[in-house]
DNA sequence: CCCCCCCC
């Protein structure tokens, strides 16, 4: 039976986050925002109740916005907190924000348990954690309404402050050791006072050193670090002598709280982190170490698949994880412009769909060991179109071999059990032709006139296959390898094959289909061979062939409709040639996949930030 | 307010 967890919301407030509490959401309110008609980013604040107190500076992680959407959380829900953060906003002054960043819903519809009274907030910095819940206090749900205990959770004799909220009602809280009043009604919703002035406990995982610029606007120097807590990741960048400030307090691995800061729009050509705002620290930022110990993790990384890397535009920075197959020895070289040398180093990377080579640079690459095959994952690589695609480690990338996370763990034992002896696609060998197949959609087939060039057009398009001419699926071609031209029935029991120039005792049955395929931008018929037809149909050209020397009408029916009518990706080459003086537009299917949704909608935001970039 | 990151 579901307990709530007495004397969680205090334990959460002195920083025993790691505790998963069950709770009651005794309120929910809309916070006004600025963007007021910005759906994606309303946040609530929740208030919630530990059976013996209630704590009403809860925010509620936008993401989560949706259990209150589909009314899963709603009044008196009873919650488990899955991941939480306490922000302390003002220490002295008993300023606290609980930042739920996951919860589950036990129970959606419930009572109000127990007489609850808003949590006076003590001197929340005293270590003396209480890190586990009191079972005697615990309160059983949901056919209890005892009062909670007389016995207030904080501790005799500490320094009892007003709270938060009493501040904001501009009462002076006194001595609220014993505020357990049960005929208070602690559910009246108190204003949430204004977060203004924030503090994050972030890890600093990345920094570079001081460098100095000079453009038309002036000069001057800076440095950036990259920041990351239990909910993501932030750039951050110091100019002149906050610069100076800033830098020797910040070291990479170490926990700090920063408080205030100017938040802008990250600039997302340069800035690798998963996040759309950037930081500029200022006079006003506030930065102190975190000696305590937290869960916050070492690097945020955001991987995307090997194979993905084909898709994505040149010069973008990607975070990558695999397998080291193979290592090059260091090498020398010249840079052409700077005339300095560099080392440098070639790591053939693989995961379970493909593999490319990625260049360490300078110390990273002389550092390297690569032996015994690590896991290598990689934050901040940047897409090079040499040789098909390569990747490159900049200064400011992050390399881990074999780190302690989820993904590492996986594909390691995917490659111990079956991708030690795995073949896969190698994107640094491809040629122009075979990975520059970008997605379109059809409608850009036309309004980008592909196929007008020399050579042929490649995309790829996520379609739908509308109609197929089914009485020109397969024909009747010479038997001979490596020959597929039509053959003429010679009508005494031999078939002609113009290009052999001889007659064949046999025929064999082959593709050539044609099919209408249609996106929401268009539609394009193409043409389809053995390998592409195969794929569509799931049958061989000999059962095809055999079902129609059969005149099986039926059969025929069924394959072609059940061809029809689902979303696929189509790999086409466009061409515009002449037949008969008449200038006519090629589209033959080169590949037919089944749709990645995962993948694909991944592509789908990259090209979305792309164009609200620009 | 930077935003360069190398070579075949």
Known sequence: MARLSTGALLRYLRGNVEEKATLQVLGMKLIDNKAGEDNQNRRYRLMLSDGKNTFSSCMLGSQLNSLIDNSELKEN????????????????????????????????????????????????SNNNLPTKSEPQDDIVVPNTTAPASKT?????????????????????????????????????????????????????????????????????????????????????????????????????????????GTLKTANKQYNQTNNDYEMTFNHDTLIEACTEQTQIPETKFNFIPISEIAQRDPNSIVDVIGIV????????????QSQKEFTKRDILLMDDKAKLSVTLWGQQAEEFDGSSNPVLAIKGAKISDF????????????????????????????????????????????????????????????????????KP????????????????????????????????????????????NASHENFKWSYMANAEISDSTGSQWITLFRNEAEALFGITPEEFGQMKSNNDEEAINAVVTKAQNNEKMFKLRIKIDNYNDEQRLRVTCVNISDVEYVNNVKQLLVDINQLTAS
Request: glycine content about 6%.
């Open 77 to 124: 829900s009873i919650v488990r907190i899955e991941k939480c953060m306490c922000n302390v906003i003002d220490r002295q002054a008993g300023k606290f924000v609980l930042m739920i960043a996951d919860l589950s819903v036990v129970v959606s519809t419930a009572d109000k348990i127990g007489d609850p009274v808003v949590l006076p907030l003590t001197n929340i």
């Open 387 to 454: 040789n098909g695609r390569t990747l490159s480690c900049l200064q400011s990338s992050i390399v881990k071999i074999n780190p302690n996370i989820q993904e590492a763990h996986e594909i390691r034992t995917w490659y111990d059990n079956e991708g030690f002896e795995m073949d896969v696609e190698d994107l640094s060998t491809k040629t122009d032709r075979e990975r520059m197949t970008p997605f379109k959609t059809i409608g850009q087939i036309t309004s980008e006139q592909l196929g007008s060039n020399d």
């Open 325 to 336: 197959k193979s290592v090059s020895d260091i090498q020398r070289i010249v840079g052409k």
């Open 457 to 500: 057009d490649y995309i790829t398009c996520k379609a739908i296959c509308l109609m197929i001419k089914k009485d020109s699926v397969v024909y009747m071609s010479c038997p001979a390898e490596n020959c597929s031209k039509k053959v003429i029935d010679n009508g005494d029991g031999t078939f002609r094959c113009e290009k052999c």
């Open 152 to 260: 207030n959770v904080i501790r005799q004799g500490s320094n009892v402050l007003p709270t938060a909220d009493r501040l904001v009602n501009g009462k002076k809280g006194g001595n609220t050791n014993n505020t357990n009043n049960n005929n208070s009604n602690s559910t009246k919703p108190e204003r949430i006072f204004t977060i203004d002035i924030w503090t994050i406990r972030a890890r600093v995982t990345n920094k570079t050193a001081v460098r100095t610029w000079e453009n038309a606007r002036g000069k001057g120097q800076l440095f950036s670090c990259d920041l990351c807590d239990e909910t993501g990741e932030i750039r951050a960048t110091a100019f002149g002598s906050d610069c100076d400030k800033f830098f020797p307090m910040l070291e990479i691995g170490n926990v700090y709280y920063i408080t205030k």
